[in-house]
Nanobody, 125 residues
Framework: QVQLVESGGGLVQAGGSLRLSCAAS????????MGWFRQAPGKEREFVAG????????DYADSVKGRFTISRDNAKNTVYLEMNSLKPEDTAVYYC??????????????????WGQGTQVTVSS
């Protein structure tokens, strides 16, 4: 099993960019599909992006498609979320998660068994 630690969150103006990282412990990182979710105050945790173990398959929520890019470096046990053209509505705590469904880009919360602690992203208008 892996443990996940997110970093890279912060305060940014609308239109700006941030790059989130999620570092995984353990030697089995490449056995997992990975995903990013976010949760805004008073709202459900929602899917943002997913990536298969090899990085070949990716999937995005419609709200971030064309602005966010998920990628991974299995040699570094790290998954990334590049966020561009940020909007105030992107403000949330962002979580990375690991899924045993390694061959596809999972997007359902129930597919993910391990979660990080989250990193805050705040976009000011």
């Amino acid at each position: 099993q892996v443990q996940l630690v997110e970093s890279g969150g912060g305060l940014v103006q609308a239109g700006g960019s941030l790059r989130l990282s999620c570092a995984a412990s353990g030697r089995t990182f490449s056995s997992y599909g990975m995903g990013w979710f976010r949760q805004a105050p008073g709202k459900e945790r929602e899917f943002v992006a997913g990536i298969s173990w090899s990085g070949v398959r990716t999937d995005y929520a419609d709200s971030v498609k064309g602005r966010f890019t998920i990628s991974r470096d299995n040699a570094k046990n790290t998954v990334y979320l590049e966020m561009n053209s940020l909007k105030p509505e992107d403000t949330a705590v962002y979580y990375c998660a690991a899924s045993a469904a390694q061959y596809r880009a999972a997007r359902i919360k129930a597919d993910f068994g391990t979660w990080g602690q989250g990193t805050q992203v705040t976009v000011s208008s």
